[in-house]
């Protein structure tokens, strides 16, 4: 069998610090990789009131692009989409919905958590 990917490595790795950081912050894990014909979503969260849609990005130390400006306006667009059927599925209603996005900064740096990273309609 042969070695996993070191990129697939590198971003479980950075999902798990990001999962583990969202926690620190009060979030509470609803899923995680949710998958749907329209696309997938890193995780799925509750903050307060608010259910939450995280886009996780890492970059390597050193890299001279910071990991949430790699959310391309497509990438938006398909994580709204997937958050729009989640909550038809899970009959999702009256409730504050917001997009984060979680950038980890090198294997041995910070997390940073923007709230609010983007809306539905951009």
């Given at each position: ?6 990129r ?22 609803l899923?995680?990789?949710l ?12 903050d ?6 995280v ?13 949430a ?12 989409r ?8 899970h ?32």
């Open positions: 069998m042969s070695d996993p990917d070191p697939h490595v590198f971003g479980r790795e950075a999902e798990d610090r990001a999962v583990t950081a969202l926690i620190e912050q009060g979030y509470r894990i899923e995680r990789n998958r749907t014909r329209l696309g997938e979503v890193d995780i799925v969260a509750m307060g009131d608010t259910l939450v849609f886009e996780v990005r890492a970059r390597r130390d050193g890299s001279a692009v910071h990991p400006a790699t959310v391309t306006r497509r990438k938006q667009r398909q994580v709204v997937v958050a729009m059927l989640y909550c038809q599925k009959g999702v209603r009256n409730t504050m919905i917001r997009f984060d996005v979680v950038a980890v900064l090198g294997e041995n740096s910070g997390i940073e958590i923007i709230r609010n990273a983007f809306e539905a309609g951009r």
